[in-house]
T-cell receptor, first 112, second 114 residues
Framework: DAKTTQPNSMESNEEEPVHLPCNHS???????IHWYRQLPSQGPEYVIH???SNVNNRMASLAIAEDRKSSTLILHRATLRDAAVYYC?????????????FGEGTQLTVNP | ETGVTQSPTHLIKTRGQQVTLRCSSQ?????VSWYQQALGQGPQFIFQ???????GRGNFPPRFSGLQFPNYSSELNVNALELDDSALYLC?????????????FGSGTRLTVV
């Protein structure tokens, strides 16, 4: 599986935008970029995914670099409820596509 | 739409015992996966079931086994429990082969082996 690199931790203030980076320099042409988050004492929660174009949904936006070697998850207005570990995951179409390979993720702290 | 439900939420077992964890998939999902999450780490893939057959397995020994039932619910069985098996066990369901779809996770079963 292609590897992703994320900062161990980030901090933000409530109601400010948050940009969570992810590097994936070995991404293949058919790998999708998925983001999950895990709140304390809960299972991971799907956030967003994309292939080449930027994506928006009710939870967040995903900005994908033109060369696809990096991406950024954007929370437009952080709330205290957004404090979680955020995982950037690559999913390919091969047999490994059936699994999610989690790294250590980014621990996001949101200050009131 | 119901999510993924897991039972029990917490469990304490003695080393050498066997344990069965249960999972009900989200409505409409026929693929279920199991993950093990040790404290402070990301979840690790154990295996996946589709149409009652295992169709993917991570780096876990054979004493970790599973079942999927016709209603798409699933069980994870662990034999000969070891202290290192203490972890949060997560079940996730999705549509099959869906790299373009997200997984829905349950809240997990916290297993403690003493």
């Amino acid at each position: 599986d292609a590897k992703t690199t994320q900062p161990n931790s980030m901090e933000s203030n409530e109601e400010e935008p948050v940009h969570l980076p992810c590097n994936h320099s070995t991404i293949s042409g058919t790998d999708y970029i998925h983001w999950y988050r895990q709140l304390p004492s809960q299972g991971p929660e799907y956030v967003i995914h994309g292939l080449t174009s930027n994506v928006n949904n009710r939870m967040a936006s995903l900005a994908i670099a033109e060369d696809r070697k990096s991406s950024t998850l954007i929370l437009h207005r952080a709330t205290l409820r957004d404090a979680a570990v955020y995982y950037c995951i690559l999913r390919g179409r091969e047999t490994s596509g059936s699994r999610l390979t989690f790294g250590e993720g980014t621990q996001l702290t949101v200050n009131p | 739409e119901t999510g993924v439900t897991q039972s029990p939420t917490h469990l304490i077992k003695t080393r050498g015992q066997q344990v069965t964890l249960r999972c009900s998939s989200q409505s409409g999902h026929n693929t279920v996966s199991w993950y093990q999450q040790a404290l402070g780490q990301g979840p690790q893939f154990i295996f996946q079931y589709y149409r009652e057959e295992e169709n993917g397995r991570g780096n876990f020994p054979p004493r970790f086994s599973g079942l999927q039932f016709p209603n798409y619910s699933s069980e994870l069985n662990v034999n000969a429990l070891e202290l290192d098996d203490s972890a949060l066990y997560l079940c996730a369901s999705s549509f099959p082969g869906g790299v373009g779809y997200g997984y829905t996770f349950g809240s997990g079963t916290r297993l403690t082996v003493v």
